[in-house]
Each structure stands twice: as structure tokens, then as C-alpha cells.
């Protein structure tokens, strides 16, 4: 009777701590959304008309909704399987379902990701104390690349994030003492994290292929071996590359052309228009202390590396096991860091699984390094009144170091965006796309057919704006962005073959295509074949519409 009161009272315990875990994620999800999106409503893409990348899976999402009954739910599954990419597709359908008046939908279903990822945190961090799982959970969300996710429409940070839960769920532990039905599940959803950005699959299968491979073969050498292992070391990699090669196949299968297609044109064909012409040694520093590091991790790089270091020191001291799980640590975050760093093209989303490995390898080295610290403080010299006490400072500490930084950081202090806009850029975005939209609108009222619509920059009137708003109210627009052409003979040719040519002026920016904007309207003015409709003079960039055909 005393036993089975034991494990009752042992089983109330685990699901009570469990659960304050499980109430702690959500409510710093919850705070981290508000948050974030009060920062995007000031300053991001929520207090501007929907610009650049966001916009194309809005689109799709609308597009595939409004075909969505007619096929069936088998051709409703497989129309979304060819998008660009399904998941964003269908994270942006549920929130414009769930929010239809503007769009904060689609952003506000990202905080799901953002509790999904807390929740990883927990499960790789399960069988550590109460206080140092939720220190990991309230310091993560003070790190930007989880409000960014929130605030940011496109795939990269939901991925980074799912990615880096895997490759942590990967390295945890050793392979060869897990079970079957673990690994395949594992696999599974490796195969489902790196399918949330299809284009990115490669670069995901790099990373979990090379940390499962590197963990098997770590554990082949602590069981005494590869020759007395390989056996189980060739069922462990059959259970986990199977799935993850079969969830990837069905997920990304239906739309493989068009995926290659996108990664040869834009790291081949156009990758001269993508670069950003700096120095190979500095784009190796990027993601670290570069424009990547800085908007992603912050000052929490340092905090990562100095745990890192701790980690190995420790590891140095507490056997060839420990050894081990730190190595593979660390190789984990040189792998998610070297894979975009060699890129010759950078963007701050294309480390996001980095920044999110980074996050689970703080997790994973400040326990190991707090145990440590609590073991020493446990066994000291310390006089036995004083060290309860002492212990106690010990335990809380961080935790109350990590939570006055949250109230700081993220309730008090203003959350950053990864795209910010400010007032004058919001202004000229709006009635830049309001002015362009009503002109389109107007000359399409009495047009029977398409209405062709060029742009030549996409600033301050995106393309993919007027077609969304076309999509959403379902005028016959064809939209043409002409941003890839290298010269301004060729972009003036495709220009031509529009109806209505929006061309704004030559300003600094990153966005792709060349800076030909002011020799394009001085040719255009000075041509009788087009006729001037609207010019838009801003601080910073004039906008012109033509109408080709006066």
C-alpha cells in the first residue's frame, strides 16, 4: 500500500510539474505574440500594405482557398502539395479563416510554432529540475528570432525552429539505446521539418543526416566498436532515413521540378543579382556578428559561447560519454553555421536554423553546466545551516536573472522586427500602393480583357501588392515584376510589353535587381508611344505610371 502511494504521489508530482511547464510555455508564447505584433503594427509589416516575400504565400493561400471544394479533399491535399511552399500556404489559409478583416491572421497562427518549439525545449530537457527547464523556456523567449517568427510570414524561422528541435531531439541522447519506433518517429519528423521550406531541403538534409551520422558513430565507438555494432547501427539508420526520406518525398514529391528549378535559378542563374558583392570573410562572419547574428541571437551569442566553452571544460573532467555529447554539440552548431556561411548569397532568414541549433545548445550546455555548479554547491565545505540557503541562491538565481530580463526585454521593453519600417517609408508604402491600386482599378472597370501591369523596382509599390489585391477581389490583372534583368535595355523591353508600366525611381536598397529606375523614367518621358498617367514624388523616390499607347 506504502509502494503504490509512493508511485501516486511520484505520478502527481510529474504531471503537476509538467503541467506548470506546459502553463509557463503558453503564457510567454502568448506574451511573445502580443508583443510582436504590437511591434509590427508600430514599425513592421503590419503598418504598411503587405510587401515583398509575405505576400506571395497570402496569395497562394487565397488562390488555394478559393478552389478549395471544388476538387475534393484528395485534390484540395495535392493542389497544396504543388505550391511553393504548403506549409506557409496553409499557415496563412488558417489564419485568413480564423482572422478575414486584414492580416494579422496568418501572422498571429506563427505563435503556434513559437509554442511548439517551447515545448521541444521542454522534452529534451525533461529529466532536469523544475527551475532549470523553465530558466531555458523564459530565456528563449528573450532571444529576437522568436518574435521575429511571429512577425515574419514566410517559412525560414517556422523551419529553423522546427529543425532545430530536431537536431536537438537527434543529439539528446545516444541512437543505439533508443528503440525502433523512436527512431522511425524521429525520422519522421526531421522529414517534416526539413519539408517546411522546400527549398531549403538540401541544406536540412545536411544538417540532420551529418548529426545523425556523427551521433551513430560516436556511439558505435562507446559500445566498443563499428564491427561489433554494425548491425544495430544499420537498422538504426534504415529506421531513421526511411521516414525521413518518405515524409520528405510525399511532402515535397508534387512540386520537386519547380523546387529544383527556384535553387538552380537563384544560386546559379541569377545569383550574380541576389549577392551582396561583400567579401568572403566577412560573409563569414554574418550570422555571428554580422547583420545575421545581431538581428537573430544578439548579445546571446556570447552567452551561447561561454556555455560552450563551460561545457567542454567540464566535459574535460566527467568521462569519454560527456565528451562525447558535448563534441557533438558543438558540431552541430559549426554544421548549421558553416552551410549559409559558405553561401556566397546571405540573408539574415537563411541562418534560421542556426540561430535555433544555437538556442537548443544553450538550452542543453547551461544544464549540464547548472547541475554541475548544484552538485559542487551540494557537496562543499560549506557549513550544513548555511548551504540549504546557499543551494537555494544557487537554484533561483538564474531563474530570476532570466525572468527580470524578460520583463525588461520583451513586457516592458519594445520587441524588435526583422523588416522595419519607418514613418516616412510607411507613408510612401501606403499611398504609393493606394494610388497604383485605385489607377489600376479604374482602367480595368471598363477592359473586357486582362489588364497587363509592369513593374520595374518594388519599392515603394510591391508587385506582388496589386496582385494580392487583385486575388482578393478578383479583378483580371497579369502582373509582371521585371526585377531580374541585368541591364536597362532588357528591363525597358519587358517593361514594354505591359499596358501600365510602374517605374519608380533609382534609390539605395538591397532589393534585387539593378538601380536603373531614373534612366528608365527619363527614357519613358521622352517617348510619344507612352503616355505619362500619375507621378508620385516621395523625400527619398519619385514614382511614375505610364500607359503604353496614348
Not at 506574451?31 to 503594427?41: H, M, Q, T
Not at 525502433?180 to 517534416?192: D, K, M, P, R, T
Not at 471598363?446 to 520595374?456: E, K
Request: net charge positive.
Amino acid at each position: 500500500m506504502g509502494i503504490e502511494d509512493g508511485i501516486g504521489t511520484t505520478d502527481r508530482n510529474a504531471w503537476a510539474r509538467l503541467s506548470g511547464l506546459i502553463v509557463l510555455a503558453v503564457v510567454l508564447t502568448a506574451i511573445v505574440a502580443y508583443k510582436s505584433l504590437e511591434a509590427s503594427r508600430l514599425n513592421g509589416r503590419l503598418a504598411a500594405p503587405p510587401i515583398y516575400d509575405d505576400v506571395v504565400y497570402f496569395i497562394d493561400a487565397i488562390t488555394w482557398r478559393h478552389g478549395f471544394e471544388s476538387p475534393g479533399l484528395i485534390g484540395n491535399i495535392v493542389s497544396l502539395l504543388h505550391q511553393h511552399a504548403p506549409f506557409s500556404t496553409l499557415v496563412a489559409a488558417i489564419g485568413f479563416r480564423l482572422v478575414p478583416d486584414g492580416y494579422v491572421g496568418p501572422y498571429l497562427v506563427n505563435a503556434v510554432f513559437v509554442l511548439a518549439f517551447l515545448l521541444a525545449l521542454i522534452c529534451l530537457t525533461w529529466k532536469r529540475p523544475f527551475h532549470q527547464v523553465a530558466t531555458c523556456l523564459i530565456a528563449a523567449g528573450c532571444v529576437p528570432v522568436l518574435w521575429h517568427t511571429v512577425s515574419e510570414g514566410r517559412p525560414d524561422l517556422p523551419w529553423g525552429l522546427a529543425l532545430g528541435a530536431a537536431t536537438g531531439a537527434i543529439i539528446r541522447r545516444g541512437v543505439l539505446e533508443r528503440g525502433l519506433l523512436n527512431l522511425v518517429l524521429i525520422g519522421a519528423g526531421c522529414g517534416f521539418a526539413a519539408s517546411i521550406k522546400p527549398t531549403a531541403f538540401p541544406a536540412s538534409l545536411a544538417v540532420v543526416g551529418s548529426m545523425f551520422a556523427l551521433r551513430l558513430l560516436l556511439d558505435c565507438v562507446h559500445a566498443g566498436g563499428l564491427r561489433s555494432s554494425f548491425r544495430r547501427a544499420a537498422l538504426a539508420l534504415l529506421c531513421f532515413g526511411l521516414p525521413l526520406l518518405a515524409v520528405g518525398g510525399f511532402l515535397l514529391g508534387p512540386n520537386l521540378v519547380h523546387t529544383i528549378s527556384y535553387i538552380f535559378n537563384v544560386f546559379v542563374t541569377q545569383r550574380d543579382l541576389w549577392t551582396s558583392g561583400e567579401s568572403f570573410s566577412r560573409g563569414l562572419l554574418y550570422f555571428l556578428v554580422g547583420p545575421g547574428g545581431k538581428a537573430g541571437l544578439n548579445f546571446w551569442l556570447w552567452v551561447g559561447l561561454a556555455l560552450m566553452a563551460l561545457r567542454l571544460l567540464l566535459a574535460a573532467t566527467m568521462g569519454r560519454a560527456e565528451i562525447h555529447d558535448a563534441l557533438i554539440l558543438l558540431a552541430a552548431i559549426v554544421v548549421a553555421y558553416a552551410i549559409p556561411s559558405v553561401a556566397e548569397i546571405k540573408s539574415y532568414f537563411f541562418g534560421a536554423s542556426f540561430y535555433a541549433i544555437f538556442i537548443v545548445a544553450i538550452v542543453l550546455n547551461f544544464c549540464v553546466v547548472q547541475s554541475r555548479i548544484e552538485a559542487w554547491t551540494a557537496t562543499s565545505r560549506i557549513d550544513v545551516a548555511k548551504r540549504r540557503p546557499v543551494l537555494a541562491g544557487v537554484r533561483l538565481l538564474p531563474l530570476t536573472a532570466t525572468a527580470l530580463l524578460f520583463v525588461k526585454m520583451v513586457v516592458v521593453g519594445p520587441v524588435t522586427v526583422s523588416l522595419s519600417l519607418n514613418g516616412q517609408q510607411q507613408e510612401e508604402i501606403r499611398i504609393g500602393t493606394d494610388r497604383v491600386w485605385k489607377l489600376v482599378r479604374e482602367l480595368t472597370a471598363d477592359r473586357s480583357g486582362s489588364l497587363v501591369v509592369s513593374f520595374s523596382g518594388a519599392y515603394p509599390v510591391a508587385p506582388a501588392t496589386i496582385q494580392l489585391y487583385a486575388v482578393q477581389t478578383g479583378l483580371n490583372l497579369d502582373i509582371r515584376a521585371e526585377l531580374f534583368h541585368r541591364t536597362r535595355e532588357e528591363t525597358e523591353k519587358a517593361l514594354l510589353a505591359g499596358d501600365i508600366l510602374v517605374v519608380p525611381s533609382s534609390i539605395t536598397h538591397t532589393l534585387i535587381g539593378p538601380r536603373v529606375g531614373d534612366e528608365l523614367i527619363r527614357t519613358l518621358d521622352t517617348d510619344h508611344d507612352i503616355c505619362p498617367l500619375d507621378s508620385i514624388t516621395f523625400p527619398d523616390v519619385t514614382l511614375r505610371v505610364y500607359r503604353r499607347g496614348c
